[in-house]
């Protein structure tokens, strides 16, 4: 065996001796189904961070402006 591969036993040895088998086992079972880091997402940045890191900003007003507008109907009822 390699210098680095007695490393890696010798380190898991340390580790079954103090912790035991199934310690052992149950962790890395654990990290194997642990949920990895979600992606990035640079919705959550303001203009100034965007442009700080090379992306053009981006026009958030119209998502407001759809959302928060009322739909318009009430001119009917004043026409009526």
Known sequence: ???AQLMVVDAVDDLHREYGFWR??????ASA?????AVNSLQD???H????IGVE????????RLIGEPIG???RRSQL
Do not use: C, E
Request: net charge positive; aromatic share 10%.
């Open 73 to 75: 109907f009430g001119h």
């Open 1 to 3: 065996m390699s210098k």
């Open 33 to 37: 189904f642990r949920r990895r880091h």
């Open 45 to 47: 940045l303001d203009d």
């Open 57 to 64: 900003p981006v026009d958030r007003t119209l998502g407001r």
């Open 24 to 29: 052992i086992a149950h962790a890395l079972f």
């Open 49 to 52: 961070m965007l442009r700080d």
